[in-house]
């Protein structure tokens, strides 16, 4: 990662602990131990935002594009979905769809051609160039990831997605 690093775990930790003491201080009825979990997704979120982005800004991608190349890419990389299924798959609205497929097509990272089953819909799929860069993007990506969780045991790793599932859903 370049630029400002972010604070190291035992920094974020004193911080933490100086927040929670600083409350107890001057309101000792609260429980703010919630504050401090919640702050410490906060910061963990942020970090790992930055260290995702500045990677994809190295294909000149956002999240929004990136999301579509991988999902497009998932299906098998070959197939062509309409901006509808796109859409449902990636949990958004059609019209948001419809302005990243035009983005990725200006770009010649995806094709548009007309559904054989409905003349009035179009199919969407990766074009060789897009089937390229969404293969060498998805593996610096997990690379940034793998980075990321490099403190943390597999066992941890699998702890933690469960227990943040939990919260999220």
Request: hydrophobic share 40%.
């Amino acid at each position: 990662m370049r630029g400002k690093q972010p604070p190291k775990p035992e920094q974020t930790s004193s911080t933490m602990a100086s927040i929670q003491a600083q409350w107890r201080a001057a309101r000792p009825d609260l429980d703010c131990r919630p504050m401090a979990v919640i702050g410490q997704l906060w910061r963990t979120s942020q970090t790992a935002m930055r260290a995702v982005e500045a990677n994809l800004k190295r294909y000149d991608l956002d999240m929004a594009g990136f999301d579509v190349l991988l999902t497009l890419r998932r299906q098998g990389g070959d197939k062509a979905l309409t901006p509808g299924e796109l859409a449902r798959d990636m949990m958004m609205s059609p019209p948001a769809m419809t302005n990243r497929i035009d983005r990725l097509a200006a770009r010649q990272l995806v094709e548009r051609s007309a559904d054989p089953d409905d003349r009035r819909a179009l199919r969407v799929r990766l074009s060789e160039k897009g089937r390229a860069l969404a293969d060498t993007a998805v593996e610096t990506h997990l690379a940034v990831e793998e980075e990321l969780l490099s403190s943390l045991s597999q066992s941890e790793r699998d702890q933690l997605s469960m227990l943040l599932s939990r919260i999220g859903g």
